[in-house]
């Protein structure tokens, strides 16, 4: 049986400095490793998000931003979204109360990938 200690995105990206931009200096998670095409992200105890800006990855196995949503969990959903829109980010959706236990809210990043913030209000995965 699967009994994982961490777990890791891979987002495959045109341009990994915008996706540095977004994730690093605009959401503040912290660069735990970086080469010429590669970067991860510390996005939790025993979670990473990586992006990997290899042309030949990226072309065999990118989506464009279609099929993969990315959602980080946060005490204030509420506040976190208010703290980002002051930056100017665009959201899809304004913080809303979802039927499966969260309040969330929804910002693209660069290469377009949904990506969720929310907060845990009951429910099935409250």
């Known amino acids: 049986m699967l009994n ?10 045109r341009d990994l ?9 605009l959401l503040g ?4 490793y970086e080469s ?6 510390a ?5 990473f998000l990586s992006c990997n800006a290899r042309r030949a990855d ?16 946060v005490k204030d959903v509420d506040a976190t979204w208010r703290g980002l829109a002051a930056f100017g980010i665009p959201f899809d959706f304004e ?6 236990g969260l ?6 990043d660069p290469e377009g990938y949904a990506v969720w913030i929310s907060t845990p209000i009951g429910g099935p995965r409250g």
Do not use: H
């Not at 990226?58 to 969990?73: M, P, Q, S």
């Open 36 to 41: 010429d095409f590669f970067l991860s992200f």
């Open 95 to 100: 913080p809303e109360d979802k039927p499966w």
């Open 17 to 25: 400095d915008a996706a540095r931009g977004f994730y690093a200096d």
């Open 58 to 73: 990226y072309e065999r196995d990118g989506a464009g931003g279609k099929g993969v949503l990315v959602e980080f969990r």
């Open 4 to 13: 994982p200690t961490a777990s890791e995105t891979i987002l495959y990206v």
């Open 103 to 108: 309040r969330s809210c929804c910002t693209r």
């Open 43 to 47: 996005s939790g105890p025993g979670s």
């Open 29 to 32: 998670l912290a660069v735990v």
